[in-house]
């Protein structure tokens, strides 16, 4: 799991591509009072490539979370579910605590069942 990169404020499209660019990651949550409201991704950015927007009107609101005390199988079935790359990782009152990325799970595949990729 890792610290997330969190927005607070409703930017242009133009300023998020900077961020993520300068900053080397692929997307970004938005959050109000310690709840993520949305996340907006690379594709995101590239499906609305030239339009002038907020992220708030093309950020995914619908985020599929996880808890931490979920096992990296568990994680990886609800990114295979819901087809995304990425979960927000929420305790129990529902605050963002980190985030865990295909990538995070592709870096620990040794630690995952022989199996689990063939069922």
Do not use: C, Y
């Not at 990296?72 to 990425?86: H, P, S, T």
């Amino acid at each position: 799991m890792k610290d997330p990169f969190i927005i607070d404020k409703d930017i242009d499209l133009i300023d998020a591509a900077k961020i993520m660019s300068s900053k080397g990651i692929h997307s970004m949550l938005f959050v109000e009072k310690s709840k993520a409201r949305g996340i907006i991704t690379e594709s995101d950015l590239l499906k609305n490539f030239g339009k002038h927007r907020k992220i708030s009107q093309i950020m995914s609101k619908n985020i599929i979370t996880v808890f931490p005390e979920k096992t990296v199988e568990e994680a990886l079935v609800l990114m295979k579910e819901n087809k995304v790359k990425q979960l927000p990782v929420v305790d129990k009152k529902k605050q963002l605590v980190g985030t865990v990325s295909m990538t995070d799970i592709a870096a620990n595949v040794d630690k995952l069942e022989g199996d689990f990729f063939f069922n």
